[in-house]
Each structure stands twice: as structure tokens, then as C-alpha cells.
Nanobody, 117 residues
Framework: QVQLVESGGGLVQPGGSLRLSCAAS????????MGWYRRAPGKERELVAL???????NYPESMKGRFTISRDNAKNAVLLQMNALKPEDTAVYYC???????????WGQGTQVTVSS
């Protein structure tokens, strides 16, 4: 079972940037499709970005343009670069892993991102 640990959250002013990182405990890291979700206060969890084992990326329409997901298989890590942040981006951001061969899903504990002046 893979364990996911997020880092990089914090407080940022509107218009600022943050980069979230997720470290996976188990190899081979390239066995997993990876992603980021978020849950804002009082709202449902929503997809932010996905990246497949092959490196194909997928963003919901509402996330395109300001968020960039990438992965470093050598470091067992997936990154989320967030630019031009808005107060409505305030949420707990969760790292996600999907193991296709077993259809198991794994979640990190989450990291808080707060966008406020």
C-alpha cells in the first residue's frame, strides 16, 4: 500500500503562487496514475489535475491555465504548480494515486492552501 505525503501548502496573497509536492512511499512509482483534488469549506471534493503513468495530463475546464501538474518518477513525486491564485482556491489539497492493476485508490492527508490578503 502506497503512502502519500503532501507538502508546500500555506498562506499566500491573491495573485501569488504555490507549488505543492506529494511524495509516494512505494516503488515502482510509475505504476500509479497520480492526481490532485481539493475540498473547499462547505463544498464537495473536486478534481484539480491528473497525470497518467505515461505522463498524459488532464485538467477540468475550470482548472486550465493556472494549474500545472507534473511528475518525477525518479523521485517518486508529483507536483502541482499553482499560479495567479484566487481566494476561491482556498481548500485542502489532496494527493491521489490510482493503481490500475489492482484498481486501488490512495489518498494523502491533505495540505491546507489559504489565499487571502
Amino acid at each position: 500500500q502506497v503512502q502519500l505525503v503532501e507538502s508546500g501548502g500555506g498562506l499566500v496573497q491573491p495573485g501569488g503562487s504555490l507549488r505543492l509536492s506529494c511524495a509516494a512511499s512505494k516503488a515502482p512509482f510509475n505504476a500509479y496514475d497520480m492526481g490532485w483534488y481539493r475540498r473547499a469549506p462547505g463544498k464537495e471534493r473536486e478534481l484539480v489535475a491528473l497525470i497518467t503513468r505515461a505522463g498524459t495530463v488532464n485538467y477540468p475546464e475550470s482548472m486550465k491555465g493556472r494549474f500545472t501538474i507534473s511528475r518525477d518518477n525518479a523521485k517518486n513525486a508529483v507536483l502541482l504548480q499553482m499560479n495567479a491564485l484566487k481566494p476561491e482556491d482556498t481548500a485542502v489539497y489532496y494527493c491521489y494515486a490510482y493503481e490500475a492493476i489492482t484498481r486501488n485508490q490512495f489518498w494523502g492527508q491533505g495540505t491546507q492552501v489559504t489565499v487571502s490578503s
